[in-house]
Every structure is written in C-alpha cells, then in structure tokens.
C-alpha cells in the first residue's frame, strides 16, 4: 500500500505559475512510476503528465506541453508538477498517482493507488 499526499494547490491569476508536490509514504517509491491527473467539475478525470521509476520517460498531456514540468525526487519519496503560464482551463482538482508496474503509461486505470487531490484554480 502506498499513502499519496498531494500539496501546492490554490487560486492564482493567468499567467501565474503553481508548484505541487506529492509525497510518497513507501521507502521503495523508486519503483513506481507516477503520474499527475486532474478533473475539472463535471468532466472526466484526464491525463496530465508521466514520469518512469528513474526520471527517463516522461509523457505529457498536448493541453499542457511546453507549460508544465513533472520531476521526482526518489531520494526525498517526492514526484512534483511545476506548472507555469496557467490558464483558466487548467482549473481543476489535481491528483498524484502510482503505479505499480514497469510501463508508464497515460492510461488512468493503470495507475494503483491515487491522492486526495489538491485544488488548482486559475481566474481569468
């Protein structure tokens, strides 16, 4: 079992940039790979970005290419999103998962075990 806790959440402005973080309760964090996802109200939780057990992979959703920036810290159990020149539409709940695999994948149900979430609203 691994406990996510997601932090780094709030209300910016467009254009602003927000930092979250996701701690991992496992001392072999370095085996899953992990991933960041988000559900606005209503709609379908989606993909954001992936990154592999090492840091080598890393797969990001088109909406967010170029803007955000996932990295972990195996060391420090920590996988994190930085996201620059927020949009409105990036408004949403963000949840950290992990997977306990050896692929990564973008696929939602290939990921095990998920985060409470951390709100992420951007005003126009």
């Known amino acids: 079992q691994v406990q996510l806790v997601e932090s780094g959440g709030g209300l910016v402005q467009a254009g602003s940039s927000l930092r979250l973080s996701c701690s991992a309760s496992?001392?072999?964090?370095?085996?899953?790979?992990m991933a960041w996802f988000r559900q606005a109200p209503g709609q379908e939780r989606e993909f954001v970005a992936a990154?592999?057990?090492?840091?080598?992979?890393?797969y990001y959703a088109d909406s967010v290419k170029g803007r955000f920036t996932i990295s972990r810290e195996n060391g420090e159990n920590t996988v994190h999103l930085q996201m620059n020149n927020l949009k409105p539409e990036d408004t949403a709940v963000y949840y950290c998962?992990?997977?306990?695999?050896?692929?990564?994948?973008?696929?939602?149900?290939?990921?095990?075990?998920w985060g409470q979430g951390t709100q992420v609203t951007v005003s126009s």
């Open positions: 998962a992990a997977r306990f695999g050896e692929v990564l994948t973008i696929v939602r149900e290939g990921y095990d075990y």
């Open positions: 496992r001392r072999t964090f370095s085996r899953y790979p």
């Open positions: 990154i592999s057990k090492k840091g080598g992979d890393i």
